[in-house]
């Protein structure tokens, strides 16, 4: 069936996805916001960069124990009031407190929503993982252009100051208001969400839910083979969310120490149109991926991956165009995978709420390491982004040829088994 015309069988559902689109957007812009002023961060609690970037990895996971609806409002909720406070933290101790609590709650909201998208809209989920990440795109395209009003200008030759200068002596700061705007914004989206709730608790799941469970008890795939395959996609997600996510935040600080010596609102301009790309590319798949198909959609956007970093990593230290194509191309082809790797998987395994949790976490894992190594190096040794961001690229086109092999021999194994019914 076509993504419009699930819309219009399960109306109710509908609903409900789209006011958690809208939850969404704003874990985009809390999530963006952080890496944009990582640097005022970073003069508020007087401190160096490769500490300063302890607070960016956190995040936390779902649970299967209690009603999904209900731990993403209290998630939602505690998060905005949780990020509220992280411009008010006066020590790196209190700030990276602050940041795991909001990114664990963050967790529920990112992780949980993916899951309970498979829940919902079962085989037909694919369109629908696309356009939630869509969302996450937008809010973190919002995110930086909120804060770029406020972030505090500082030249080059002030860099040395941001180790021994305290927030006391910087009247002008005005990290916190981008900070209150989002979670305004994020209490705005609980009280929706809250009422749709009640108007409408039941959480059935989607029809081709059950089916796809039956199925799975007749698969030819073992369980051996299954947690093969499930190893192999979490490597996979490990390095592709390490590179998608380390790209998008520690992009402005990675423009601001190179060689090209930008400043920080064009480096925040240039992660809002990585953040652009990657959002608006990915609102087009929604609609063509049923067409195109998963295996196909990866292929061409692991394609341009790789092309994004030949360009980046020999000139983007030198040449502001080439950064600016990189970062363009980074953006198209980071943008849709993660939608179409699950819709790749369920071509030939059955994704339970516990699998892809697993899977989730092993992406908040790659969130959490990736930015953290690059965070430890960039300022004395900036090009260490664009090797990492390499590295990551290589890695996971590799992890994904092996899969595409399994996937082909299920599928021609399970071809052969049907024909030989009839």
Same mark, same amino acid.
């Given at each position: ?270 992660? %809002?149109?990585?953040?652009? +790309?990657?959002?608006?590319?990915? =609102?087009?798949?929604? #609609? @063509? /991926?049923? &067409? ?60 339970? %709420?516990?699998?892809?949790? +697993?899977?989730?976490?092993?992406? =908040?894992?790659?969130? #959490? @390491? /990736?930015? &953290? ?50």
């Amino acid at each position: 069936m076509s993504f419009f015309s699930e819309l219009r069988a399960h109306k109710y559902n509908s609903l409900k996805t789209f006011v958690l689109y809208l939850m969404i957007l704003i874990s985009g812009m809390n999530f963006a916001i952080v890496g944009v002023t990582l640097l005022d961060l970073q003069v508020v609690v007087n401190t160096t960069l490769d500490k300063i970037t302890a607070i960016m990895p956190s995040n936390g996971f779902a649970s299967d124990f209690i009603d999904i609806q209900i731990l993403l409002i209290i998630a939602a909720f505690l998060t905005s009031i949780s990020n509220a406070f992280i411009p008010w933290n006066n020590t790196l101790i209190s700030l990276c407190v602050n940041r795991a609590i909001s990114g664990f709650l963050g967790g529920f909201i990112v992780n949980g929503g993916n899951v309970w998208i498979l829940h919902l809209w079962g085989t037909e989920s694919p369109p629908f993982i696309q356009a939630l990440h869509f969302a996450f795109g937008c809010g973190a395209l919002i995110g930086p252009l909120i804060a770029e009003p406020f972030l505090l200008e500082i030249k080059h030759n002030q860099h040395s100051l941001l180790n021994s200068t305290s927030v006391r002596a910087i009247p002008q700061l005005k990290v916190h208001y981008p900070y209150m705007i989002v979670a305004s914004f994020s209490l705005i989206v609980v009280i929706i969400f809250g009422i749709v709730y009640f108007i409408r608790r039941s959480n059935d799941p989607h029809p081709t839910r059950k089916k796809v469970v039956g199925e799975n008890e007749k698969s030819s795939v073992t369980f051996l083979m299954h947690c093969v395959i499930v190893f192999l996609s979490c490597s996979f997600l490990f390095f592709y969310i390490g590179l998608e996510l380390s790209f998008g935040t520690m992009l402005t600080t990675y423009v601001v120490n190179s060689d090209l010596k930008l400043d920080k609102s064009t480096a925040s301009y240039m992660t %809002s149109v990585y953040w652009a +790309t990657f959002t608006f590319f990915r =609102c087009f798949t929604i #609609f @063509v /991926i049923d &067409y195109i198909g998963c295996k196909n959609l990866l292929i061409s956007n692991l394609f341009l991956i790789m092309l994004s970093n030949f360009i980046l990593l020999p000139f983007g230290n030198s040449y502001v165009w080439c950064l600016w194509i990189g970062i363009i191309l980074m953006g198209f082809g980071t943008s849709p995978i993660f939608g179409a790797f699950f819709g790749f998987l369920q071509e030939f395994i059955f994704i339970s %709420s516990k699998t892809a949790s +697993t899977l989730f976490v092993a992406g =908040c894992i790659g969130q #959490f @390491v /990736i930015p &953290y190594a690059i965070g430890n190096f960039v300022d004395k040794y900036p090009p260490i982004f664009l090797y990492i961001s390499f590295i990551c690229g290589c890695i996971a086109c590799a992890l994904f040829t092996i899969l595409a092999f399994i996937r082909g021999h299920y599928l021609n194994r399970r071809e052969e088994t049907e024909s030989t019914r009839f």
